[in-house]
C-alpha cells in the first residue's frame, strides 16, 4: 500500500512499484509512504539518507533504485544472481545448495540449453540474449564452465569483452571433479554411493557377491593418478566392472560431491575448494546492491573476476 501522508489518499497494489505509481498518477506531488500489511517499508526517510543509500532521494520516481530497495527489504523474491552451469554434475552440486535449501535468489540454469547450431559451429546468439536480459533485469550473470572446452571459454571472454556480461565466471581445471577434489576424494565419494546402491539391492534381491575392504582398495589405486573425470569413471570401471557400471556424472553425482565439499569446505592440501568459494561468492552478489555495484565494478575479461572500475 502507497499512502499520501498530506492527503491521505492511497494506491493498494500487488506489489511496491505499481501502488507507488498508481497513487504518483494522480498525486504527482505526493509524499509516500510505503507499506505492507503488518511491517512499514519506511521510505519516508530524509532526502539525503535515501540519495547516500540508494543513488535517489525519489525512490519511487527512479525503477531501478526502487527495484534494489525492495530486493533489500526481502520483498522481491525473484531471482537476483543466475547461474549457467555446464553439465548434469555441477547442476546437482548447486541444487544441493539452493534448491534443495528453498532459496531462489540465485537461478540455475542450463549452460547449453542457451547455445543453438550454425554451419556446425556453436551458435551462442542465444546466450548473449539471455545475459542481455540479465543486464535489463539487474541480475548478476554467473558462469561456471571446464577448463578442457576451449569452444565455450572463446564464447563467455567474448560476452565479458563486449559488455553482456556483468557477474563472474569460474572455470575449473581441467574439468568439475579434478579442479575441486583429489581422486581419493573422488573414489571415496564414488565407494560411498556404490556401496549404499548394493546394500539396498541386496536388502530388495536377498544375499548376493557383497563388496568388501579390498575392492575399495583396487578402486582407490585405480584412480588416485586420473588427471581428468573421464579417466576416472573408466579406471573405476576397470577396477571393479560390473559392481561400477552405471554409476557415472550425473546430478546425484553432483549431489553426492557438493555434500562431501560442504562437510569439507577445504582439499586435504589446506586449500579451500573453488566450489565452496563459488557459492560463497553468489551469496554475496545475491544481497548486493546490483546498480551501486554495478556503477563502481565491472567484469574483468582477463580473470573473468568483478574488479573496481578504473
Do not use: C
Not at 546468439?125 to 545475459?131: A, I, K, T, V
Not at 543486464?135 to 577448463?147: A, I, P, Q, R
Not at 573422488?186 to 534381491?205: A, D, M, Q, S
Not at 575392492?215 to 576416472?232: P, Y
Amino acid at each position: 500500500m502507497a499512502v499520501d501522508v498530506d492527503s491521505g489518499d492511497y494506491e493498494v497494489a500487488d506489489d511496491a512499484l505499481g501502488a507507488g505509481a498508481g497513487l504518483r498518477r494522480r498525486r504527482p506531488g505526493a509524499s509516500v509512504y510505503l507499506m505492507r500489511v503488518g511491517r512499514p517499508l519506511s521510505l519516508n526517510a530524509r532526502s539525503d539518507s535515501k540519495r547516500r543509500a540508494y543513488g535517489t532521494h525519489r525512490l519511487l520516481d527512479d525503477e531501478e533504485a526502487m527495484r534494489d530497495y525492495v530486493r533489500m527489504q526481502g520483498l522481491d523474491t525473484a531471482a537476483r544472481v543466475r547461474w549457467y552451469v555446464e553439465g548434469e554434475t555441477e547442476r546437482g552440486a548447486l541444487s544441493e545448495v539452493f534448491e534443495k535449501r528453498g532459496d531462489r535468489r540465485v537461478a540455475l540454469v542450463n549452460l547449453r540449453a542457451q547455445f543453438g547450431q550454425r554451419k556446425g559451429r556453436i551458435d551462442a546468439s542465444g546466450f548473449r540474449e539471455r545475459l542481455r536480459q540479465d543486464l535489463n533485469e539487474g541480475v548478476f550473470s554467473l558462469v561456471s564452465v571446464d577448463g578442457d572446452d576451449a569452444g565455450v571459454r572463446r564464447i563467455v571472454r567474448g560476452a565479458i569483452e563486449d559488455g553482456d556480461l556483468f557477474g563472474e565466471a569460474f572455470v575449473s581445471k581441467p574439468d568439475f571433479e579434478i579442479g575441486n577434489f583429489e581422486p581419493a576424494e573422488l573414489g571415496e565419494v564414488l565407494w560411498r554411493w556404490i556401496r549404499e546402491e548394493e546394500e539396498g539391492r541386496r536388502g530388495e534381491e536377498g544375499d548376493g557377491p557383497a563388496l568388501q575392504e579390498d575392492d575399495k582398495a583396487l578402486l582407490l589405486s585405480a584412480v588416485e593418478s586420473a588427471e581428468n573425470n573421464g579417466q576416472f569413471f573408466d579406471r573405476a570401471y576397470d577396477a571393479l566392472k560390473e559392481q561400477a557400471a552405471g554409476f557415472d556424472k550425473s546430478e546425484e553425482w553432483g549431489r553426492r560431491l557438493m555434500a562431501h565439499a560442504t562437510e569439507q569446505p577445504e582439499t586435504g592440501k589446506g586449500h579451500r575448494r573453488p566450489l565452496i568459494e563459488a557459492v560463497d561468492r553468489a551469496y554475496d552478489l545475491a544481497q548486493a546492491n546490483y546498480s551501486a555495484f554495478r556503477a563502481n565494478n565491472r567484469t574483468d575479461p582477463e580473470t573473468w573476476g568483478l574488479v573496481p572500475r578504473d
